[in-house]
DNA sequence: TCAAAAGTGTTGATATTACACCCATGC
DNA sequence: GCATGGGTGTAATATCAACACTTTTGA
């Protein structure tokens, strides 16, 4: 086999921000090392590319590894590339984030890992560039959850528009108007009434909703603009 | 040194997207290759990580060393890692993109790398998955554009409103209307009139603004949301 | 004086906001 | 009955889109 003459080949790792909501707060899955390098503090879950192996395969082998999720929403965002970033050698690191459905999530695995489902809010202090890393993917995830619709990706199966709202007020940490969220999630059409109710609520049980996946497909493509009069294709 | 025990060390390579504006269309600079592989064919400027470089200054680097510029906007957009991308050897590619002012390169860097500017819509096929990261790179502008005030960064010091409307209609591939345009911009506080006025018009001449750096600093850090009531820090 | 491009003004339609009011549930 | 949280309605306001009209310039 042929090979370039460029000498410098380089370890790639890859790093996974998991992003999950337990109904009243945005958190993250991190681990708490049993190994070595800097064993005893927090990370990310990681991992390095393998030879014979496509970059988003890997992402999901590693995502698959920690919490038994396939098919989840994760997305590639950004490579980490500073020299020193990484203190044993010099390494890359590929940055994906991913949301998931934190009731269906593989406890044992989880486990297996030390991982552990910690507040956003209450975010230790992680190693290498770990804090950059997730500085960033929170701003990506406000970004995309404004111009798409993917704060679904964090809720069960079926779920109530009130909980949906928590969602987003987690995301973005502020309050919204309860009767004009509701109005305006009821206008996309991306809830079906499944019919039934919240049996959790303590006072009146609210509509249980479930995704309608079609449309959704269409508002994770489509995008709101800027400049409103645009009709983008 | 200690060493990870992990054998696969990758070569790195990166891409640059590089668009540009003459007054009418959105431009790429791709170069016709005259070395190896795929010699004869486009594609996009590139290049290795070198072992003790930044990811970020070899962005840099590559861009520099292409078009003579520096202090461009230049943002990372993604990187491409299947096994097969590279028939020479297995290479993942972090791939940039840019936005220059096409009138302040330097004419001899672009000639001595065999480097021409091609409308987007006359695009050649490209070598590798270069063509689908010049597609990715447009939905990332567009995205970009939708929120944040970059169309400035394609702009010679000083345009007019007419002609900064234009990238944005290039951008999009679409008609705006003049008059919402102008006052759109204008609202925006963005501009500072020069006091000179277009003298390469034929017609009435336009009045010749500035950008306002400031800000302009802003609107970069801002964004517009999905959810106009939200109030984001 | 006419065509072409630039600049300014107005208005109806639409979307957004900030509310008030009613309903269901458990204690 | 009453506190709590869920569901629906409405009116004032802000924004957007689609226009008409005026100004400047060169031929």
Known sequence: MIHYTHPSRIL??????????DGEELKLLLIKRNFDPES?????MGGFLN?????E?????ILY???GLRNNYLEQ???FGAVKRDPVERTISVVYYALVNIQQQDINAIKAHNAYW?????????IFDHN???DQALRQLRYKAALHAIGFELMPDKFTIPQLQKVYEAIYNTQLDRRNFSRKIISTELLIDTGDKDTNSVTKKGKLYRLNTEKYQQYLTDYVSFFPELTLS
């Open 12 to 21: 790639v790792a890859l790093d996974c921000i998991i992003f999950g909501f």
């Open 40 to 44: 005893g503090k927090w990370s990310l």
């Open 51 to 55: 030879e014979y192996e496509d970059l």
């Open 57 to 61: 395969a890997a992402a999901q082998r």
């Open 65 to 67: 590894d920690l919490t």
């Open 77 to 79: 965002l950004q490579t």
């Open 118 to 126: 910690i507040n956003l809010s209450e975010k230790p202090d992680l």
């Open 132 to 134: 950059a890393m997730v």
